[in-house]
């Protein structure tokens, strides 16, 4: 494929990186409006490129509406006209447009469920709309991207993109940790009052250690396979040196939850496939990131910041939220200890637990509702059962099951549980059939244990990445079954 073909492929995402520019050169909602219009027009025209342009938009978002608010809907208003495009096209097979398997239905139901209870419980309709929106509008992907006519050339542009978000991300993060969080950032962001437990971790442009953390992942694995995908040319070591400058960047967002994810998952996928040269091999990178970024960055940071006036500066910005019980090399020995369950059994994730429980006695068939108990919406709008169980903080979960069992009781927990483990059953089914069933097997796997410490299916970085994947996989899977080239 020459230039030309590849630049025609992505000029979407080529064209809205250059609106999103605009936007934040020209920070007027006017033009965040006029740029929304657009892309939503080319959602219509060319909906396969509009969805690799949220490879961009989504890990940026928090950078982007920090610059510019008004750029808040982009994302979901280019899924939705993407859906919009897919259910036009399918508008004379209806039997298509209403196909769902089971496990899609189920989480159908499990929406209705919550907004039910929620109604029942007293919550306003915006709020429940709100939490409606963080779990639906990447799902919508999923509808898409499997309706859609996937081919190797579109799979190859998804990962060359996600690549090249990553080494923006990378070298932003790096810069964040050597300049003490004092330079290419916004500046609210470099005038926060960060906690002395979270300081030393990089939060990079999605403004968030664990999310980035869970990015990084998902982007080191996508790069690997796009390594098999590209001749034996220079770009293979340049993604080598791009593996190992991820892998320490990684490693800094100190997110202890990922790095655990990331261990059960390659555990289930080297006992499914005993494929231990790639277990080698992500050692390897990981042990290099740690040698050849992790040290020197970090002692390169502490030079910095006892030689010179880098970020040493009063910072009079709000506070942020406290998160993570311990300091850079400590965040791991000092999990378990007595002060770390202490703290969470009063304001951390124990704490949250036990009340979540204690919500789902009074509410055991379908709970309280969204909106509720620890969710987004909940966390913007507040929640009517907060008083009553004297929570008097607008709490965040941090743990998607207790947050599913307060607000949907013994109902919604079922239908949540076909939703996982329906999932998982497909890629088990077709793990004959594709070789991207045990690696997403493996890596749902690990997504099983991010929802005890993360709200991680209301993540849209996550998911939109995961719902695209599955996509592609139903939509490459059903056309191979079909002997369809």
């Known amino acids: ?39 939503a027009l080319a959602a219509l025209v060319r909906p396969k490129q509009s969805i690799l342009f949220l490879i961009i938009y989504f890990p940026l978002r928090s950078f982007l509406i920090e610059v510019n608010p008004t750029l808040k809907l982009i994302g979901d208003i280019v899924i939705v006209f993407v859906f919009l495009r897919v259910v036009w096209d399918l508008r004379k097979d209806m039997k298509s447009v209403f196909h769902f398997e089971i496990y899609e ?53 998804f990962l060359l993109l996600t690549f090249m978000v990553a080494v923006l991300l990378i070298i932003q993060g790096l810069v964040e940790k050597l300049s003490m969080r004092s330079a290419l950032m916004p500046e609210n962001w470099i005038n926060r009052q960060l906690s002395p437990n979270n300081s030393s971790r990089i939060y990079g442009l999605i403004n968030n250690p664990n999310v980035l953390a869970v990015h990084l992942t998902i982007a080191g694995i996508l790069s690997y396979y796009l390594k098999a995908l590209l001749p034996k040319n220079y770009m293979q070591w340049l993604i080598n040196i791009v593996l190992v400058l991820l892998a320490g960047t990684w490693i800094l967002t100190y997110s202890r939850g990922t790095w655990i994810a ?33 040290v020197p960055i970090t002692y390169s940071a502490q030079w910095i910041s006892n030689n010179t006036d880098v970020g040493d500066f009063v910072r009079t910005g709000p506070a942020e939220d406290e998160g993570g019980f311990a300091v850079e090399k400590n965040r791991i020995t000092e999990t378990f200890n ?137 939509a490459l899977t059903n056309r191979k079954a079909n002997h369809v080239e």
């Open 105 to 157: 239905w189920a989480f159908i139901g499990f929406l209705v469920v919550g907004s039910v209870s929620a109604f029942m419980t007293g919550v306003l309709p915006m709020a429940i709309v709100f939490q409606l929106r963080a779990f639906v509008i990447t799902f919508l992907l999923l509808y898409s991207v499997k309706r859609l006519d996937i081919t190797k050339r579109d799979i190859k542009n």
């Open 1 to 39: 494929m020459n230039f030309t073909s590849r630049l025609q492929d992505i000029t979407v995402p080529l064209i809205g990186t250059v609106l999103l520019v605009l936007t934040l050169l020209i920070p007027s909602a006017t033009v965040a409006y006029v740029v929304t219009l657009l892309l």
């Open 338 to 474: 007595s002060g770390t369950l202490d703290k969470s059994k009063t304001t951390g994730r124990l704490f949250i637990v036990d009340k979540g429980f204690e919500v789902f006695k009074d509410y055991p068939i379908i709970g309280t509702g969204f909106a509720t108990f620890g969710d987004s919406a909940s966390k913007t709008y507040s929640s009517p059962i907060y008083k009553a169980y004297d929570i008097r903080f607008n709490i965040y979960s941090d743990n998607q099951y207790i947050q599913v069992i307060t607000q949907t009781g013994v109902v919604g927990v079922l239908l949540f549980a076909v939703f996982l483990l329906g999932m998982l059953i497909l890629f088990w089914k077709k793990r004959n059939d594709s070789p991207m069933a045990i690696p997403m097997l493996a890596a749902l796997i690990g997504v099983f244990w991010c929802g005890l410490i993360y709200n991680i299916w209301e993540d849209k970085t996550f998911t939109m990445y995961f719902y695209i994947l599955l996509g592609a996989f139903i």
């Open 262 to 294: 990331v261990a059960i998952g390659l555990a289930v996928y080297f006992l499914l496939t005993l494929n231990w040269k790639f277990i080698v091999k992500v050692a390897a990178v990981v042990a290099l990131g740690f040698v050849l970024i992790v």
